[in-house]
């Protein structure tokens, strides 16, 4: 399932790699899915004319016509409940919440219909359903824009839950989502849309398999680092400042939030012994907790220290002036892997 | 490069008009965020409108005197493609920064 990245950076780039701000890449695999799949429309708040408020749809109303890219009312319940008519009529609706904390008006929707469709229905009411949501928090914006829903989401049954790190995982994984029958809630980090890296278009991973599970974004022996969406940019910083001081850090791309990649979870932390999970949202029931109980049930043996958080704090997300204090730095981090490297049995 | 254009908002409770006093930016300049744009006057009180976002100015409507309606346009910047209506600030890329240093014994038992 996991496979390194490291070796796709390095060595022979095929002619397929290319450099591209995450906006480019998930631009890009919108114009393909909708190229590729004449069921596929693509809608929201500002979606349309505009090209989204982040521009992630600019130039596909242009180029696929205003029936299959459009504007909707400033009404997230509408969104997404025309969604799961539009998806039992056999369309395969790509619907943008445009901020993380406008998704709660529309989670009777979600929770309730979307969901559970295909339960409901034993079968016969798929919701391949792809709702993106630019989600998390780092560009100064205000209230309800900064939010981090995975926990949430992850609890319903029914409900996939993705976060790409990079470009090339929002391409990858935005036109992998896009192909499963089943609704995946697509969570854009969006203080990560202007960096540019390079995109291999033409293969997902190393070995050519689709972008399924978690993924090693860098190898290390001492400490298994585990993070989603913005967090993995910001590990694999600390991790070059850990070896600075002789430790060496694994970082972990957990991608799919739910389901949880379990089994490559615990392969890294059988191999490292210690473990900090890193999430920008807050600490109580938050997916760390999720993240910690696999990591103890398959390494309690062989865990050196309890598995430890790094995250937000339990309160309501702040307002930009206070954003760097809630976000956890890379000091934070830093103490999180300390706290874990000192700790004594008994 | 995108334009956005920037209407000219209900200033008080119900109010319909105002009258441009002194524009503070002129077309070509760069502003800030929240840097005073304009002064206009309404039957209420005498205001400095503060810049909604971070731009090139490329047009400004009305001069000294001119009544603007609420909702038509008041001013309009030039910004690039990738940023044109964005909510928020584009994070910039800083070096990373750190005060804390790891110290362990690492026992590979």
Known sequence: MSNSILESGTTNEPASTTVMSMQQALNRALDEVLAENRKAVVFGEDCGRLGGVFRITDGLQAKHGAQRVFDTPLAESGILGLSVGLAMAGFHPIPEVQFDGFAYPAIN???CQIARMNYRSRGTMPMPITLRVPSFGGIRAPEHHGESLEALFAHVPGLKVVSPSNPHEAYHLLKYAATRPDPVIFMEPKSRYWQKAEVDIARHEADGGAPTGAKIMREGRHLTLVAWGAMVSRCLQVAELAAEDGIDV??????WLKPIDAAALAASVRKTRRAVVVHEAPLTSGLGAEVAQLIT???????????????????????????????PNIDRILFGIQRVLEYKRG | MAEIS???????EGLIEATVLEWLVSPGEQVERNQPLVEVETTKSAVELPSPQAGKVVRIHGGPGDKINVGEPLIVFEVPDNTAGIVGTVPTEEAPKRRVRLSAVLDED
């Open chain 1, 109 to 111: 929707q979600i929770v």
């Open chain 1, 250 to 255: 694994e970082v972990l791309d957990l991608r």
């Open chain 1, 297 to 327: 049930q398959h390494c309690f043996d062989t865990l050196k220290a309890p598995v430890e958080r790094v995250t937000g704090f339990d309160v309501p997300y702040p307002s930009g002036d206070l954003e760097d204090e809630y976000i």
């Open chain 2, 6 to 12: 920037f209407p000219l908002p209900d200033l008080g």
